[in-house]
Every structure is written in structure tokens, then in C-alpha cells.
């Protein structure tokens, strides 16, 4: 069975240095999201990706975030300039789209990221 | 705004007895609810949703729109049912797949 894949499964940074997570998505799915868990708190949104453009973000996915799907297949969470905050389990998911869209999200195993 | 509440962070049951995790949301619209589990090691997955009235490993969940909830529901308690569950809930908008916003989930644990 397909399914999301994400590396690396931890990633430990300095304050200040940045990161790029990344994403192997379903194959023929065609939405794509990140979200992050910090540790003891709620999975929470931060983009979402649709046909190479950004569909929606949130508050947390300021400048310091951006995402790419440079080559068809990947799909990469940069973050320019990490900070302490940022110390999280970020989440990619993806979902099809078809006639009968059900809303199910597809997760990766999350990329844990420690930033010191 | 949207919002998901399970005011339980943690339930432990006996194996054998009902479980009931609680739900409630806030949505001016029409939602979409889900529940999604966390096993131990595994990865975030679709239990069920609300708009296929479905039985899966015997979990069931009903919309309650006067309450505004959704509360996850088993008659017996299985050992194998320990993990995070987290109620979801997705808009309905112009965006196509709008985005699922999660509650802040409930730690299961079967007592054998």
C-alpha cells in the first residue's frame, strides 16, 4: 500500500540555521500539507499546497517558512532561520482529489526537529 | 473560527467496558468530522468520518449538530483499542480540500 513518506525522522539544528524537511507524497495525490506537533500540544495546520501554489496557511507559517515541490515528486518545508520555537514533530500529509472526495488526509511518520 | 475540544487529555478504561472520548467543535457551517488514531510507533490514520455512519473495529460516532458533537464511542473495550485519538473537524469552502483542524487528543489506555 502507498504511503507518505518523510526524511529525515529526526534532525537536530542549531539556533539560527536552516532546515529543509522533506516529503515523498502518494503518487497521484494532489494536495499536500504540513502540519507540526510541539510535544504535549495539538496537531496544528500550517500550509497547504495545491497545484504548485500555497492554497492556505496559517498564522504559525510566517517568512521564516516556505515550501517548494521542486522535481514532481517531493515536497520540502524550509525553515530559514530556526528558532528554540520551532522544536516540533512537522507532520506531511497528502490527500487525492476524485469525484467522491472523502477528506481523508494521508501522514507521513513525521520529521522530529530539535532545535538547540 | 473553527475549533475541536476533547477535554480528556488522558482515560484509562478496563478491557471489556464502554469507552466514550468526547468531542465538541465550533463551526458557523456545515462541518466535517473525523476521528483520527495514533498506535504506538505508527502513523496518523483515518479511524472514521461522520458522513459515512460506518462501524470501524467497533467504533462508532454520531454527529450531534444541537450539541456540537461527536463523540467517539465502543461498547467493549478491546486492549488493542490503546492510542491517541484525535477528533478532527474540516470546513467546507471555495479552496477544494480545505485543511483539517485537529483537537488537542486523548491518551487511551486499555487496563487488562
Known amino acids: 500500500e502507498p504511503e507518505v513518506t518523510q526524511t529525515p525522522s529526526h534532525q537536530v539544528t542549531q539556533m539560527g540555521q536552516e532546515v529543509i524537511l522533506r516529503c515523498v507524497p502518494i503518487?497521484?495525490?494532489?494536495?499536500f500539507y504540513w502540519y507540526r506537533q510541539i510535544l504535549g500540544q495539538k496537531v496544528e495546520f500550517l500550509v497547504s499546497?495545491?497545484?504548485?501554489?500555497?492554497?492556505?496557511k496559517s498564522e504559525i507559517f510566517d517568512d521564516q517558512f516556505s515550501v517548494e515541490r521542486p522535481d514532481g515528486s517531493n515536497f520540502t518545508l524550509k525553515i530559514r532561520s530556526t528558532k528554540l520555537e520551532d522544536s516540533a514533530m512537522y507532520f506531511c500529509?497528502?490527500?487525492?482529489?476524485?469525484?467522491?472526495?472523502?477528506?481523508?488526509?494521508?501522514f507521513g511518520e513525521g520529521s522530529r526537529l530539535t532545535v538547540l | 473560527a473553527q475549533r475541536v475540544t476533547q477535554p480528556e487529555k488522558l482515560l484509562s478504561v478496563f478491557k471489556g467496558a464502554p469507552v466514550e472520548l468526547k468531542c465538541n467543535y465550533s463551526y458557523s457551517g456545515s462541518p466535517e468530522l473525523f476521528w483520527y488514531v495514533q498506535y504506538s510507533r505508527q502513523r496518523l490514520q483515518l479511524l472514521l468520518r461522520h458522513i459515512s455512519r460506518e462501524s470501524i473495529k467497533g467504533f462508532t460516532a454520531d454527529l450531534n449538530k444541537g450539541e456540537t458533537s461527536f463523540h467517539l464511542k465502543k461498547p467493549f473495550a478491546q486492549e488493542e483499542d490503546s492510542a491517541m485519538y484525535y477528533c478532527?473537524?474540516?470546513?467546507?469552502?471555495?479552496?477544494?480540500?480545505?485543511?483539517?483542524?485537529f483537537g488537542t487528543g486523548t491518551r487511551l489506555t486499555i487496563i487488562p
Open positions: 499546497f495545491y497545484n504548485n501554489e500555497i492554497s492556505e
Open positions: 503518487s497521484n495525490h494532489l494536495y
Open positions: 478532527a473537524l474540516r470546513g467546507i469552502s471555495n479552496f477544494g480540500n480545505e485543511k483539517l483542524t
Open positions: 500529509a497528502s490527500s487525492p482529489r476524485t469525484g467522491s472526495d472523502t477528506g481523508e488526509l494521508f
